[in-house]
């Protein structure tokens, strides 16, 4: 009886037993076959078969520009298919540490980017299940000594078998306060990246400059981190084609004029303070729409049309503050701008 | 003497493997699963200490099984079981529960004589192990 018992509960003894380690499960699962080395290996097959264009082209689809970002995620793509389709013929591939951080301004397309991620990710087998849990410090982070790591841990716990991503991470980091917990959340996050490759990607992402401050502060977080991928600024004819995707997708539309009036109403917000990329896209969008229902509801409902529901008309743009205070040369640096 | 309880007990001890794959089928029906454990494994006590927080909200087994591995660490001599607890309207319980450690000697239940009026007796069992002592010196632990 006793031996039977430690033989159906030791299963899992040491947790850092070196047998255990995920690496050596490839090699182990066929010990002794041998594959001829000129074995054909059909790459394009198990393309097909992970489904992995289909997000891609997605990618693709919804994200306007990003050029250096969609490359990179094709070449771990690759990396990954490769890795695969080597297990399949009985060569060893090391399990690669895919945790990354994504830097660049706000409304660039971060989330969206790791979402995909995910799904590409979880589509390759790399990861278990695919979802994506986003959090900032305050859901890592605890109020008081010794609430911090179990905090961190649920965390975690939620994020197994998928991707963590954490936005704004180094406010996780709080140099002026030594006595601060953001530290313990790191080291435990740390542990985990480093122990449980296999079972989760983290994510962080931030302003660029501000992480690379905190990469300095933390050359453990830094070192473990093998993809550093850096979102560029949109430039306005992108942001153009976001707002189109964006209307497109709400059964709205511009009529040439008003097209013409958001190019100059983008060229006159990116130069202003707190512009963030796509979202402020979004933004300006819906205050478009709201001027203009107001506009048609002014019209008395009077020999409208279908198509004037649809319709974004240019002084529905060209009512925005940034066009007035360009034209009176005012400087405000207010948040509010509408 | 081997105390069963709950699903499988018919079963030989379940591998950290087929542990997991239950609790993968749990957390598949939207089950928020629980950690739990007592050295009190009378049948009717069913009230067990609770290891950390009901885990809601997880999609993937190996954190559940972390807190399996924890919990067998700081209770090695304790009986632990994993409940899959269905929230849904209707059900509100716990849809499965096995036993996932017991302590290392199991001495096993008594069966207890009471003679009541008119020669009648009653009975009842009582645990070997867990008479006459308090909380956390059961079962050597």
Redesign the interface.
Known sequence: ??A??RY??G??SG?DDPTEAPEQDATEEQPERVVPDDTPVDIEGAFRDSNVQEVLDKLDRELVGLAPIKTRIKETAALLLVDRVRTGVGLPAAVPSLHMSFTGNPGTGKTTVALRMAEILHRLEYI??G?LVTVTRDQLVGQYIGHTA?KTK?V???A???VLFIDEAYYLHRPENERDYGSEAIETILQVMEN?RD?IVVILAGYKDRMERFFENNPGMHSRIAHHLDFPDHTAGELLQIAGLMLEEQQYRFSPEAEAAFREYLDLRIERPNFSNARSVRNALDRARLRQANRLFDAGGRGLTRKDLMTIEPEDIRASRVFQDAASGTEETGTDIR | MRITQGTFSFLPELSDEQIKAQIEYALEQGWAVNVEYTDDPHPRNTYWEMWGLPMFDLRDPVGILEEVQDCREAHPNHYIRVSAFDSTRGWETVRLSFIVNRPEHEPGFRLMRQEVDGRKIRYTIESYAVTGKPEGERYGG
């Open positions: 009886m006793e039977e018992r159906s509960f299963g899992r947790g278990r299940k979802h179990p649920e975690l716990k939620k197994m078998g998928g449980q079972d």
